[in-house]
């Protein structure tokens, strides 16, 4: 990684999570940074500037602490916060592609993303290939040296929980004169810093744990490098989907938390996967920090622990996996993941509906589960009562 000269770099993430692009508010002392609900800024004379700010689609105060704080939070150069996840992605490929140009993208990726380089990018003239980034060797036969200007990864992934080798991805990226883009959604800075491995890109859906409560829709881009970042937030600037000044308030404070979230979204998980490990109704479960994980060499490798986010499938088929999800009373039939509250859902006909056809598609027979940090005893009890009950002997 480059030599940084950030001396923030040298505290500890919780630290850096409360503090970091978070110096008392300049103008009133106020210790919470105020959401900043101006579109321009008065000038001290034509072109005197007060901090660099003029309108607020270029920068405002806010959004720019919680790029700060992003940056900070995953090693990076320079963050970048969008109106949504999708609306960073669709920023980061236009930056760095031309029609022509091939990227390779996970056969197992959001389903957003995979329908973002289907139905827009592929038009546009982006060849892309999905493939199996849980097989590096696969993946790296996939690539296009000197035409593949992306290589995309998401570890681990949605909703199979697959873990990808960062790593060892990043070389042969390099190798073939391509970016390597990790979407670092689900594990988050605090349990996976893509950068410190050789990531040149780290996607966001900061609606998800970054936010953390549910309440708010929003992307990020973090960049290694300063240059491709700044090319990022003209392009931004040019085109407009930037985070409201709100929405950039409630993703930084649901970053404070971030540390201690994310602790018990794991202890509340391993807890379930044993839980659902012994349960007779239940077939494969799917956990990074399962022994028998394929993935979970690497896990060890790059991740601090295995993450919330769990699935797994019925013994009895597709009906007792609709069944599960529709008798859950603490778990929320839902979409989206990575707040508070625990959810849950079946992939093939919600998350992954708009990809059933492709070489996306995923089991019907399988739940997908968002745990959330309520008291786990209680959610143990839900999946228990949802479950269909053994077979009596
Ligand atoms: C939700 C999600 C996205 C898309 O983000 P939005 O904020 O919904 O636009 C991208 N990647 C992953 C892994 C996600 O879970």
């Given at each position: 990684?480059?030599?940084?000269?950030?001396?923030?770099?040298?505290?500890?993430?919780?630290?850096?999570?409360?503090?970091?692009?978070q110096?008392?508010?300049?103008?009133?002392?106020?210790?919470?940074?105020?959401?900043?609900?101006?579109?321009?800024?008065?000038?001290?004379?034509?072109?005197?500037?007060?901090?660099?700010?003029?309108?607020?689609?270029?920068?405002?105060p806010?959004?720019?602490?919680?790029?700060?704080?992003?940056?900070?939070?995953?090693?990076?150069?320079?963050?970048?916060?969008f109106?949504?996840?999708m609306?960073?992605?669709?920023?980061l490929?236009?930056?760095?592609?031309?029609?022509?140009?091939?990227?390779?993208?996970?056969?197992?990726?959001?389903?957003?993303?995979?329908?973002?380089?289907?139905?827009v990018?592929?038009?546009?003239?982006?060849?892309?290939?999905?493939?199996?980034?849980?097989?590096?060797?696969?993946?790296?036969?996939?690539?296009?040296?000197?035409?593949?200007?992306?290589?995309?990864?998401?570890?681990?992934?949605?909703?199979?929980?697959?873990?990808?080798?960062?790593?060892?991805?990043?070389?042969?990226?390099?190798?073939?004169?391509?970016?390597?883009?990790?979407?670092?959604?689900?594990?988050?800075?605090?349990?996976?810093?893509?950068?410190?491995?050789?990531?040149?890109?780290?996607?966001?859906?900061?609606?998800?744990?970054?936010?953390?409560?549910?309440?708010?829709?929003?992307g990020?881009?973090?960049?290694?490098?300063?240059?491709?970042?700044?090319?990022?937030?003209?392009?931004?600037?040019?085109?407009?989907?930037?985070?409201?000044?709100?929405?950039?308030?409630?993703?930084?404070?649901?970053?404070?938390?971030?540390?201690?979230?994310?602790?018990?979204?794991?202890?509340?998980?391993?807890?379930?996967?044993?839980?659902?490990?012994?349960?007779?109704?239940v077939?494969?479960?799917?956990?990074?920090?399962?022994?028998?994980?394929?993935?979970?060499?690497?896990?060890d490798?790059?991740?601090?622990?295995?993450?919330?986010?769990?699935?797994?499938?019925?013994r009895?088929g597709?009906?007792?996996?609709?069944?599960?999800?529709?008798?859950?009373?603490?778990?929320?039939?839902?979409?989206?993941?990575?707040?508070?509250?625990?959810?849950?859902?079946?992939?093939?006909?919600?998350?992954?509906?708009?990809?059933a056809?492709?070489?996306?598609?995923?089991?019907?027979?399988?739940?997908?589960?968002?745990?959330?940090?309520?008291?786990?005893?209680?959610?143990?009890?839900?999946l228990?009562?949802?479950?269909?009950?053994?077979?009596?002997?």
């Amino acid at each position: 990684m480059s030599q940084t000269h950030n001396p923030d770099q040298a505290l500890g993430f919780e630290t850096l999570a409360i503090h970091a692009g978070q110096p008392a508010d300049p103008a009133t002392g106020a210790v919470m940074t105020p959401i900043y609900a101006t579109t321009t800024y008065k000038q001290d004379g034509v072109g005197g500037l007060r901090g660099g700010y003029e309108y607020s689609r270029t920068a405002n105060p806010t959004r720019r602490a919680l790029e700060d704080c992003l940056a900070a939070l995953e090693l990076g150069e320079r963050g970048i916060a969008f109106a949504s996840g999708m609306a960073a992605e669709d920023a980061l490929v236009r930056v760095t592609c031309q029609p022509g140009d091939h990227v390779v993208i996970p056969n197992d990726a959001y389903g957003g993303t995979y329908r973002l380089f289907n139905t827009v990018f592929a038009p546009w003239g982006l060849d892309f290939t999905p493939a199996s980034e849980h097989h590096t060797a696969a993946f790296a036969a996939a690539v296009q040296p000197g035409r593949t200007k992306l290589v995309w990864i998401e570890t681990p992934s949605n909703p199979l929980l697959g873990v990808a080798d960062i790593e060892a991805i990043a070389a042969i990226a390099h190798e073939a004169g391509a970016l390597l883009v990790v979407d670092n959604t689900f594990a988050t800075p605090y349990l996976q810093q893509p950068i410190a491995l050789g990531a040149d890109v780290v996607v966001h859906s900061t609606t998800k744990y970054a936010g953390g409560h549910s309440d708010v829709v929003g992307g990020a881009l973090v960049t290694a490098d300063a240059d491709l970042g700044q090319r990022v937030a003209v392009f931004q600037n040019s085109t407009g989907a930037i985070a409201g000044p709100f929405d950039a308030y409630l993703v930084l404070r649901g970053l404070k938390t971030l540390a201690v979230r994310m602790d018990r979204h794991c202890d509340n998980a391993e807890r379930i996967v044993d839980f659902l490990v012994d349960h007779e109704a239940v077939g494969q479960v799917f956990y990074p920090g399962l022994a028998n994980h394929p993935g979970r060499e690497v896990a060890d490798k790059q991740m601090r622990r295995y993450g919330g986010m769990l699935s797994f499938r019925t013994r009895a088929g597709h009906q007792a996996a609709l069944d599960v999800c529709n008798r859950t009373r603490l778990f929320t039939l839902a979409e989206s993941l990575g707040g508070v509250e625990s959810l849950i859902e079946l992939p093939a006909t919600m998350t992954h509906a708009s990809v059933a056809e492709s070489p996306l598609a995923v089991p019907n027979d399988l739940v997908r589960v968002s745990v959330g940090i309520e008291s786990v005893d209680d959610l143990i009890a839900d999946l228990a009562q949802a479950l269909p009950l053994p077979p009596s002997r």
